[in-house]
């Protein structure tokens, strides 16, 4: 059993940890994830790790409450207890001997983008960080970005906030007045990191995009979270989640995305039936 040690509330649908896992936090480098259960009948969900503290034991992780899964989750206390909690998995995301680097993150997405942003930082590298969001309600993680970036860029799809517009705005703007970049690295929605992509290629400019389809066992062996990159079929969990991304099947990824959209609707209102009746 997993203590969570902190709960924070970071907009209506997101929601910070932080889970006392110590040999987890001895090893989890960014780009990495875990996969966790809520409680022993629950399902197993991944998550990035958002931050570790290895003194303390204590590992970050944000989540977005979407389905059946993350509501459990969301429902625990500081105090209380996780039935599992898996991981370091992954290949940790390439940082090391990069000079200058793009970072673009959107919504929920940049729980990821930001450790990844902080990596780069501390070792001396010059961080642009481009965040978007729906509107202002929905930001989340702001300080944590300006604290270590050299340029930041707010972008809200409704203007409250920030920039009106999507991330590729001032991507593109950059681009265009003859900027460059070591690497654009883009995490988020798959058709913002699909645009991001399609961006960077007529700069040819290496750009990585960390994928986080379905995931169930983390090492390879279910198949769930296959994707086509270059042609060949790769595996997030144990081949990434980072891959180039002017080579990724974000088509083929999108499509797949959407194979349990009824199945998660379902289980969010079993749910709040479950809760309802629990209420009364």
């Not at 001895?26 to 790790?49: C, S, Y």
């Not at 898996?86 to 000079?99: A, Y």
């Not at 989340?140 to 409704?158: N, Q, V, W, Y």
Request: glycine letters at 10%; proline letters at 4%.
């Amino acid at each position: 059993m997993y203590r969570i040690l902190k709960k924070k509330k970071l907009n209506p649908t997101v929601t910070l940890m932080e889970i006392e896992a110590p040999f987890v936090a001895a090893k989890a480098l960014a780009g990495q994830f875990i996969i966790l259960r809520a409680d022993e009948r629950g399902e197993r969900i991944p998550l990035t790790v958002a931050g570790c503290n290895k003194e303390t034991g204590a590992v970050t992780i944000i989540f977005q409450i979407v389905g059946g899964a993350t509501m459990t989750l969301n429902e625990k206390e500081e105090g209380e207890y996780i039935a599992d909690f898996v991981g370091p998995l992954g290949t940790p995301t390439h940082v090391e001997g990069l000079k200058k680097v793009a970072v673009v993150g959107g919504g929920v997405g940049c729980a990821i983008a930001w450790p990844v942003a902080r990596s780069l930082h501390e070792l001396g590298c010059e961080v642009t960080s481009i965040v978007g969001f729906r509107n202002k309600d929905l930001v989340i993680l702001e300080d944590e970005f300006k604290a270590c970036s050299d340029r930041m860029f707010m972008m809200t799809d409704d203007g409250s906030y920030g920039e009106k517009g999507n991330v590729c705005v001032p991507l593109n703007r950059l681009l265009e007045a003859g900027e460059t970049f070591d690497e654009v690295i883009t995490i988020g929605p798959l058709i913002m990191m699909k645009f991001v992509a399609a961006a960077t290629k007529p700069y040819n400019i290496k750009t990585i995009a960390s994928m986080n389809p379905i995931m169930i066992d983390g090492t390879g062996m279910c198949g769930c979270c296959r994707v086509t990159v270059g042609g060949q079929m790769k595996f997030a969990c144990v081949d990434g989640p980072d891959f180039d991304a002017h080579l990724i099947d974000f088509d083929e990824a999108m499509k797949r995305s959407r194979t349990y959209q009824e199945f998660e609707q379902k289980a969010r209102e079993k749910h709040c039936n479950l809760f309802k009746k629990e209420v009364k």
